[in-house]
T-cell receptor, first 110, second 115 residues
């Protein structure tokens, strides 16, 4: 089955700086890559997603890039704010179910 | 509009007890997924329904785990004879259609602690 690896596991940045989280996947059949933000005590919330026919997608301060050849995709958050502090999960989907990474705990220091 | 809801939000069970976890998906969503999330880990797939049909249960860790969605809406995940290793957050997600690569919307989860 699919195997998703995510790095780093923890990330601290100063407010206003950028944050980058990277994921790799193993199954070339994966064609959908969502990113979720999970705050303490809550369920994961979709923040952005990308499909395999697109190399990059941007939504305000958040962007995702996908390299199908290398089987990796990344989340970029610019102008970070304290409310961006949370755990972020990448996922890959070759069909119906999602395979999640192990998460990145992002702390934005005011 | 209303999102995915789950109940109870917290459940403490003694080892050996049976538990039932409920998921109310977004109205009209065809697909429903159950995931298990251990502390500090990402969600792991348990099972998947398309309407009332359980199409994939490959992630259920043992035959003590059973899920149903009899009318294609509300789903229940049942765990029989709970063990300490069952302690986790159980997440439910739903998606609008049955096609692959569809956005999944998650509920808040049920936190199960088995003593």
């Amino acid at each position: 089955g699919e195997n998703v690896e995510q790095h780093p596991s923890t990330l601290s940045v100063q407010e206003g700086d950028s944050a980058v989280i990277k994921c790799t996947y193993s199954d070339s059949a994966s064609n959908y890559f969502p990113w979720y933000k999970q705050e303490l005590g809550k369920g994961p919330q979709l923040i952005i997603d990308i499909r395999s026919n697109v190399g990059e997608k941007k939504d305000q301060r958040i962007a995702v890039t996908l390299n199908k050849t290398a089987k990796h995709f990344s989340l970029h958050i610019t102008e970070t704010q304290p409310e961006d502090s949370a755990v972020y999960f990448c996922a890959a989907s070759p069909g119906d179910q999602f395979y999640f990474g192990t998460g990145t705990s992002l702390t934005v220091i005011p | 509009g209303a999102g995915v809801s789950q109940s109870p939000r917290y459940k403490v069970a003694k080892r050996g007890q049976d538990v039932a976890l409920r998921c109310d998906p977004i109205s009209g969503h065809v697909s429903l997924f159950w995931y298990q999330q251990a502390l500090g880990q990402g969600p792991e797939f348990l099972t998947y329904f398309q309407n009332e049909a359980q199409l994939d249960k490959s992630g259920l860790p043992s035959d003590r785990f059973f899920a149903e969605r009899p009318e294609g809406s509300v789903s229940t995940l049942k765990i029989q004879r709970t063990q300490q290793e069952d302690s986790a957050v159980y997440l439910c997600a739903s998606s609008l259609s049955s096609s692959g690569g569809e956005t999944q919307y998650f509920g808040p989860g049920t936190r199960l602690l088995v003593l």
